[in-house]
Nanobody
Protein backbone atom coordinates (compact mmCIF):
# COMPACT_ATOMS: atom_id res chain seq x y z
CA UNK A 1 0.00 0.00 0.00
CA UNK A 2 1.27 3.46 -0.92
CA UNK A 3 0.05 6.57 0.82
CA UNK A 4 0.23 10.09 -0.56
CA UNK A 5 -0.36 13.04 1.75
CA UNK A 6 -0.38 16.71 0.79
CA UNK A 7 0.09 19.60 3.17
CA UNK A 8 0.78 23.31 3.12
CA UNK A 9 -2.37 24.73 1.61
CA UNK A 10 -4.01 27.82 3.00
CA UNK A 11 -5.22 31.33 2.42
CA UNK A 12 -2.96 33.99 0.91
CA UNK A 13 -3.31 37.36 -0.73
CA UNK A 14 -2.52 38.06 -4.36
CA UNK A 15 1.24 38.13 -4.86
CA UNK A 16 1.89 35.94 -1.87
CA UNK A 17 3.60 32.56 -1.63
CA UNK A 18 2.85 29.11 -0.35
CA UNK A 19 4.80 25.88 -0.31
CA UNK A 20 2.96 22.63 -0.73
CA UNK A 21 4.47 19.35 0.39
CA UNK A 22 3.66 15.86 -0.78
CA UNK A 23 4.92 12.90 1.19
CA UNK A 24 4.83 9.33 -0.09
CA UNK A 25 4.97 6.47 2.36
CA UNK A 26 4.24 2.77 2.58
CA UNK A 27 5.58 -0.08 0.52
CA UNK A 28 7.96 1.82 -1.69
CA UNK A 29 11.39 0.57 -2.65
CA UNK A 30 12.52 3.48 -4.77
CA UNK A 31 11.54 7.13 -5.37
CA UNK A 32 8.34 7.78 -7.30
CA UNK A 33 7.67 10.28 -10.02
CA UNK A 34 5.24 12.87 -8.74
CA UNK A 35 2.73 15.19 -10.27
CA UNK A 36 0.62 18.06 -9.04
CA UNK A 37 -2.83 18.75 -10.36
CA UNK A 38 -5.51 21.22 -9.33
CA UNK A 39 -9.25 21.52 -9.55
CA UNK A 40 -10.82 24.95 -9.39
CA UNK A 41 -14.51 25.27 -8.48
CA UNK A 42 -16.69 24.12 -11.34
CA UNK A 43 -13.75 23.10 -13.52
CA UNK A 44 -11.92 19.98 -14.58
CA UNK A 45 -8.78 18.81 -12.87
CA UNK A 46 -5.77 20.35 -14.59
CA UNK A 47 -2.10 19.50 -14.69
CA UNK A 48 0.15 21.85 -12.75
CA UNK A 49 3.64 20.36 -12.59
CA UNK A 50 5.52 17.08 -12.52
CA UNK A 51 8.93 15.88 -11.42
CA UNK A 52 10.75 12.69 -12.33
CA UNK A 53 11.85 10.23 -9.67
CA UNK A 54 15.41 11.59 -9.72
CA UNK A 55 14.40 15.23 -9.93
CA UNK A 56 16.38 15.66 -13.13
CA UNK A 57 13.26 16.38 -15.16
CA UNK A 58 10.45 18.79 -14.41
CA UNK A 59 7.47 19.94 -16.38
CA UNK A 60 5.15 22.88 -15.75
CA UNK A 61 1.83 24.01 -17.12
CA UNK A 62 2.02 27.31 -18.96
CA UNK A 63 -0.08 29.27 -16.41
CA UNK A 64 2.41 28.51 -13.62
CA UNK A 65 5.74 28.64 -15.47
CA UNK A 66 8.14 31.06 -13.86
CA UNK A 67 6.04 31.22 -10.67
CA UNK A 68 5.96 27.62 -9.39
CA UNK A 69 9.01 25.47 -8.70
CA UNK A 70 9.25 21.79 -7.89
CA UNK A 71 11.92 20.16 -5.80
CA UNK A 72 12.24 16.85 -4.03
CA UNK A 73 13.96 15.18 -1.12
CA UNK A 74 14.27 11.47 -1.86
CA UNK A 75 15.51 10.66 1.62
CA UNK A 76 12.20 11.92 3.00
CA UNK A 77 10.21 10.76 -0.05
CA UNK A 78 8.77 14.25 -0.24
CA UNK A 79 8.18 16.65 -3.09
CA UNK A 80 7.74 20.39 -2.65
CA UNK A 81 5.82 22.81 -4.83
CA UNK A 82 6.93 26.36 -4.17
CA UNK A 83 4.25 28.74 -5.39
CA UNK A 84 5.16 32.39 -5.75
CA UNK A 85 3.34 35.43 -7.15
CA UNK A 86 0.03 33.73 -6.52
CA UNK A 87 -3.04 34.94 -8.35
CA UNK A 88 -6.76 34.50 -7.63
CA UNK A 89 -6.95 32.10 -10.59
CA UNK A 90 -4.60 29.78 -8.71
CA UNK A 91 -7.39 29.14 -6.21
CA UNK A 92 -8.13 25.42 -6.29
CA UNK A 93 -7.79 22.14 -4.50
CA UNK A 94 -4.29 20.88 -5.23
CA UNK A 95 -3.74 17.16 -5.56
CA UNK A 96 -0.49 15.25 -5.50
CA UNK A 97 -0.12 12.06 -7.50
CA UNK A 98 2.62 9.45 -7.51
CA UNK A 99 3.66 6.64 -9.78
CA UNK A 100 6.58 4.28 -9.82
CA UNK A 101 6.99 4.44 -13.58
CA UNK A 102 5.05 7.30 -15.13
CA UNK A 103 6.30 10.89 -15.26
CA UNK A 104 4.15 13.33 -17.17
CA UNK A 105 0.99 15.39 -17.51
CA UNK A 106 -1.64 12.69 -17.89
CA UNK A 107 -3.52 12.25 -14.64
CA UNK A 108 -4.92 8.89 -15.76
CA UNK A 109 -1.41 7.43 -15.63
CA UNK A 110 -0.78 8.08 -11.95
CA UNK A 111 -1.70 5.24 -9.62
CA UNK A 112 -1.63 6.90 -6.23
CA UNK A 113 -3.33 10.10 -5.14
CA UNK A 114 -3.60 12.26 -2.08
CA UNK A 115 -6.77 13.77 -0.69
CA UNK A 116 -5.95 17.29 -1.78
CA UNK A 117 -5.17 20.56 -0.05
CA UNK A 118 -7.06 23.81 -0.54
CA UNK A 119 -5.26 26.90 -1.79
CA UNK A 120 -7.20 30.15 -1.74
CA UNK A 121 -5.80 33.38 -3.15
CA UNK A 122 -7.71 36.54 -2.39
CA UNK A 123 -7.79 39.49 -4.76
Amino acid sequence: QVHVVESGGGFVQTGGSLRLSCAVSGRISSPYAMGWFRRAPGKERDFVAAISWSGSQTSYADPVKGRFTLSRDNIRNTVYLQMNSLKPEDTAVYYCAADRRYYGRDDDQYNFWGQGTQVTVSS
